[in-house]
C-alpha cells in the first residue's frame, strides 16, 4: 500500500489543514492521558520545518450533541503549546457542527476554505466516513500525516506476522470483532480471548458464566470448537456484596460475575507470549476500569520482557504496557481501537483509501 506521504508535500507558504486526533479525556480542565497528542507532534514539526505558512488543526472531543462548553477543546491546545513550540492554530471541536458526522459536502467546501493542502493524521479516525476524514480530502491536495503512515505500516505487519504468532483479544467494544477473529484464525497460529469474548466463548463451550457480560458473537457451531481459540482456565469472580476469589473455569456460581482472567491462565498465556515471534493485542483481559487490573498487567509484563514484536492498541491495553519500559522498535503503540481493529478486518479504512496514490 502506497500513500501520498507529507513527505513528499511541498507546504512551503501554504495553508496546512492537518486533522488530528485529540479525543482524549479531559479532567477538571486538564488532559489526563496525552498520548494521541504526542503522536501527531512528528507532523507538526515536519510541516514547520518545511515553511508551512500556517498549520491549523482539526479534531473532534467527546459526543457533543451541538455546541456544548464541557467538550471544548481549549484545554487541549493549552496542553499542546506546553509539548511543542511550533505555532497553530486548533479549530474548534468538529462535532459542534452536526454536519461533521454526515460527511457533508457544504461543510467540507467551508474547511477546504481554510487551507491549501489537507494531512490525515488521525489513524483513530480514519475508519469513519465524516466530512473531516473523507469529504474534505476530496477537495484539496491531500497526504498522510507521520503517525497515519507509521500506523499503516506496522498494521499491515500484524496481517501477515512472523511466526509463531500470538494474537489477544479483550475488552467489552465487541460489535467489530466476530469477523476479526474470523481472520485472525486464518493468519496467526493461536488466538487468546479474554474480557467479554472469553466470557462469549466459555458460555459458548457450555461453560457457566454466571451474571458476566457478554456479547453473543460467538456462536456455538462457528468458533468454540477451534482449538486454536484459547479460552481462560481460570478466572477472578466477584458475587452480590463480596470479595473477589479464584474460580476453575466451570466452578462459577449463578450469582458471580467474571472480573478478570485468573492467575494460572496469565501464567499459561505468558509463556505463549515467550514463544511467540510476534503478538497483536487489543483490550484488556477484565473490568480494568473497575480496578480489575491482574491479568492484563501480567501479559503486559510478558511482552516487556519478551523478545518478541508486538502490536498494540485500545486505551486500557496502552495504559498496562506503559506502566514498564519498552523498546519503541519492537513494540508499537497504536493509536487506534475500533481504527486498528477494522484495518485489520479490511486492510484499509475510508480515510486511508483516498490517500493512496
Known amino acids: 500500500m502506497t500513500l501520498r506521504s507529507v513527505k513528499e508535500a511541498d507546504v512551503a507558504g501554504k495553508r496546512v489543514l492537518v486533522r488530528v486526533d485529540f479525543n482524549v479525556d479531559v479532567v477538571n480542565g486538564k488532559v489526563v492521558d496525552d498520548f ?72 467540507a467546501r467551508q474547511l ?28 484539496l491536495p491531500s497526504y498522510a500525516g507521520l503517525n497515519l503512515e507509521s500506523e499503516v505500516e506496522h498494521l499491515l505487519q500484524a496481517l501477515s506476522p512472523s511466526h509463531p504468532a500470538l494474537a489477544i483479544i479483550g475488552g467489552a467494544k465487541f460489535e467489530t470483532k466476530e469477523p476479526l477473529l474470523q ?11 479474554g474480557g467479554v469474548l472469553g466470557n462469549d ?48 473455569t466451570g466452578d462459577v456460581r449463578a450469582s458471580e460475575k467474571i472480573v478478570d482472567i485468573g492467575p494460572q491462565t496469565a501464567e499459561a498465556w505468558s509463556k505463549e507470549i515467550a514463544g511467540a515471534q510476534f503478538v497483536l493485542w487489543n483490550g484488556p483481559m477484565g473490568v480494568y476500569e473497575a480496578g480489575h487490573t491482574s491479568g492484563t498487567d501480567a501479559l503486559a509484563t ?41 484495518f485489520l478486518i479490511d486492510g484499509t479504512l475510508p480515510g486511508i483509501e483516498i490517500l493512496k496514490k
Open 36 to 107: 494521541r497528542i504526542r503522536a501527531a507532534l512528528p507532523t507538526l514539526e515536519l510541516l514547520h520545518k518545511g515553511e508551512a505558512k500556517k498549520i491549523v488543526l482539526l479534531s473532534h472531543l467527546g459526543r457533543p450533541q451541538g455546541r456544548d462548553p464541557q467538550f471544548d477543546l481549549v484545554p487541549v491546545e493549552k496542553h499542546l503549546r506546553e509539548l511543542t513550540t511550533v505555532p497553530f492554530e486548533l479549530h474548534e471541536n468538529l462535532r459542534f457542527d452536526v454536519r461533521e458526522e454526515k460527511n457533508d459536502p457544504e461543510f
Open 112 to 139: 477546504a476554505e481554510l487551507g491549501d493542502l489537507y494531512v490525515n493524521d488521525a489513524f483513530a479516525d480514519s475508519h469513519r466516513e465524516h466530512t473531516s476524514i473523507v469529504g474534505l480530502a476530496a477537495l
Open 183 to 193: 481472520k485472525l484464525l486464518s493468519t496467526y497460529n493461536k488466538v487468546l480471548l
Open 201 to 248: 466463548l466459555l458460555k459458548a463451550r457450555g461453560l457457566p458464566v454466571g451474571t458476566s457480560l457478554v456479547a453473543g458473537v460467538i456462536a456455538p457451531t462457528s468458533l468454540a470448537g477451534n482449538e486454536r481459540l484459547l479460552s481462560p482456565v481460570d478466572l477472578i469472580v466477584v458475587g452480590e456484596g463480596k470479595g473477589g476469589r479464584t474460580s476453575q
Open 302 to 342: 510478558a511482552i516487556t520482557n519478551s523478545a518478541c514484536r508486538a502490536v498494540i492498541g485500545g486505551g486500557d491495553t496502552i495504559a498496562a504496557i506503559m506502566k514498564h519500559t519498552f523498546d519503541p522498535e519492537k513494540v508499537f503503540l497504536s493509536t487506534g481501537g475500533g481504527a486498528m481493529l477494522q
